[in-house]
């Protein structure tokens, strides 16, 4: 179930971004050279009628899946132009009460203009990763299996 809610798009739209935002455009092909695009918008444009918020595009670099998912994601500045590259790597490992997520997050290639953005990481990856464990917990009381995250490492 976790690795799931890590790869599938739709499930993906529920948690990838931080509190004030939504995701508009989920894409996460979990093979290695797959492709990512994470289009992001404010809550408050339900319909789409305002410019997108962000954009973001990467690649897969490595998937075991129900073990490992490790990627680099681009956001994009307004001119197009790469803000940083984010090295993301999770590894799930089952124990006796669920599964265990560990992840890794190192910024690379970042600009001046990313400050503020890169600022925020901290912050919106925690966000995302409390909307991960919310959803496995909604999700496992209606389902036959007993996956939960039991913790989280955002360093």
């Known amino acids: 179930m976790v690795w799931r809610h890590l790869t599938e798009p739709s499930l993906l ?20 050279g797959g492709r990512i695009v994470h289009e992001y918008r404010d809550t408050e444009d ?17 998937a075991r899946p129900g073990e490992h998912l490790a990627y680099r ?18 590894d799930l490992r089952p124990t006796g009460a669920g599964t265990d997520l560990g992840v890794r997050y190192r910024i ?8 503020d953005f890169a600022a925020g990481i901290e912050v919106g990856f925690g ?3 409390d909307k991960l464990a ?10 036959d299996s007993a996956d939960s995250t039991d913790t989280r490492s955002t360093k």
Request: proline letters at 8%; glycine letters at 6%; hydrophobic letters at 35%.
């Open 13 to 32: 739209a529920r948690r990838w971004t931080p509190d004030d935002l939504h995701v508009s455009e989920p894409a996460l092909d979990a093979r290695p």
């Open 46 to 62: 339900a319909d789409g009628s305002t410019p997108t918020a962000g954009r973001a595009e990467g690649v897969v670099d490595d």
């Open 73 to 90: 994601l681009s956001p994009l500045l307004p001119d197009g132009s790469l803000a940083f590259t984010a090295h993301v790597e999770m």
């Open 108 to 115: 690379t290639d970042s600009t001046v203009e990313s400050a």
């Open 127 to 129: 966000q995302s990763l």
């Open 134 to 143: 919310t959803a496995l917990a909604s999700d496992s009381h209606g389902a």
